[in-house]
């Protein structure tokens, strides 16, 4: 898939899907605030990872598009047809108590759902 085909009205998005040189997976989901622009989120490039079926699969080719429920900049869940693969993908600032969570660039509405989903949210 080379484009997105937006979100559906129930809260899912088509995301696109790639594998990166470090092993790991991509996938790129429109940024809620501003569609034109994308937010990565990755899993996997850490050991033990290369077994997990997001990282075979669009290794293999066999996933290339998936949908995605959550906020990109924030957390969410991955899933393709078939399998029923499930996948919690979160930006590391929205998890990490090293890291400063993320401030910029998102309305107090999308904070506050993001806070409610168990993200870490910096205050504007």
């Given at each position: 898939m080379t484009g997105f085909a937006g979100s559906n009205g129930a809260g899912k998005t088509t995301t696109e899907v790639r594998s990166k040189k470090n092993g790991s997976t991509q996938f790129l989901v429109p940024d809620p605030e501003r569609?034109?622009?994308?937010v990565g989120l990755e899993y996997g490039g850490g050991i033990g990872t290369g077994r997990h079926f997001w990282v075979r699969a669009v290794k293999s080719g066999?996933?290339?598009a998936a949908w995605f429920a959550g906020d990109p900049r924030y957390v969410g869940v991955v899933a393709t047809p078939g399998p029923r693969n499930l996948l919690r993908v979160a930006q590391r600032e929205a998890t990490d108590w090293r890291m400063s969570p993320r401030k910029r660039g998102v309305s107090p509405e999308a904070r506050a759902r993001a806070r409610a989903a168990g993200a870490r949210v910096g205050e504007n």
């Amino acid at each position: 898939m080379t484009g997105f085909a937006g979100s559906n009205g129930a809260g899912k998005t088509t995301t696109e899907v790639r594998s990166k040189k470090n092993g790991s997976t991509q996938f790129l989901v429109p940024d809620p605030e501003r569609p034109e622009k994308t937010v990565g989120l990755e899993y996997g490039g850490g050991i033990g990872t290369g077994r997990h079926f997001w990282v075979r699969a669009v290794k293999s080719g066999q996933v290339t598009a998936a949908w995605f429920a959550g906020d990109p900049r924030y957390v969410g869940v991955v899933a393709t047809p078939g399998p029923r693969n499930l996948l919690r993908v979160a930006q590391r600032e929205a998890t990490d108590w090293r890291m400063s969570p993320r401030k910029r660039g998102v309305s107090p509405e999308a904070r506050a759902r993001a806070r409610a989903a168990g993200a870490r949210v910096g205050e504007n």
